[in-house]
T-cell receptor, first 112, second 113 residues
């Protein structure tokens, strides 16, 4: 089924650890996005990509990095996790020629 | 860049009543305005959207209106049901680089049975 997949769905990790949040979509979408959201609160864009080998920082300053080596895959990496990184991370995508943007199920990250 | 304001931040209605959520935007070149519904612990789901060449769009109990002159758009939910309880986000896609969506701050809607 065409969808956006995120793994892990939940992650509890200690301070200083390196983590990678995975995002894959099987809809053939060109554009992909990462948002940070505290539960029920505003969505903040942290990274986006127009396509393969294209990555840009969003409005919210983030200590994370992203890569886009394959169209369907857009992982987000935190080199050294801190308690301030505790949040929900939502991946989204859309086709360049269409307006609609769809979200993945999210990864809820807790850094202790 | 684009700025989207959303009101109210919380809204409580009785089942069967109507609910209205309003958003204003700053970029007059914005041309796409979606609404998302996010239930507790779930992903935001696109429920309705409108483009700048249309003034109103309806889908069963939900409708969206757009006033380009005043730069505001609204979500209307009629005959509300408890399952409508969620956080609703409006967004606008402006003429910024990358044509990103800018989201409003969200409205927590509670429908009391």
């Amino acid at each position: 089924e065409a969808d956006i997949y995120q793994t892990p769905r939940y992650l509890v990790i200690g301070t200083g650890k390196k983590i990678t949040l995975e995002c894959s979509q099987t809809m053939g979408h060109d554009k992909m996005y990462w948002y940070q959201q505290d539960p029920g609160m505003e969505l903040h864009l942290i990274h986006y990509s127009y396509g393969v080998n294209s990555t840009e920082k969003g409005d919210l300053s983030s200590e994370s990095t992203v890569s886009r080596i394959r169209t369907e895959h857009f992982p987000l990496t935190l080199e050294s996790a801190r308690p301030s990184h505790t949040s929900q991370y939502l991946c989204a995508s859309r086709r360049d020629s269409l307006y609609e943007q769809y979200f993945g199920p999210g990864t809820r990250l807790t850094v202790t | 860049g684009e700025n989207v304001e959303q009101h109210p931040s919380t809204l409580s209605v009785q089942e069967g009543d109507s609910a209205v959520i309003k958003c204003t935007y700053s970029d007059s070149a914005s041309n796409y305005f979606p609404w998302y519904k996010q239930e507790l612990g779930k992903r935001p789901q696109l429920i309705i959207d409108i483009r700048s060449n249309v003034g109103e769009k309806k889908d069963q109990r939900i409708a969206v209106t757009l006033n380009k002159t005043a730069k505001h758009f609204s979500l209307h939910i009629t005959e509300t049901q408890p399952e409508d309880s969620a956080v609703y986000f409006c967004a606008a896609r402006g003429a910024n680089a990358g044509n990103m969506l800018t989201f409003g701050g969200g409205t927590r809607l509670m429908v009391k049975p």
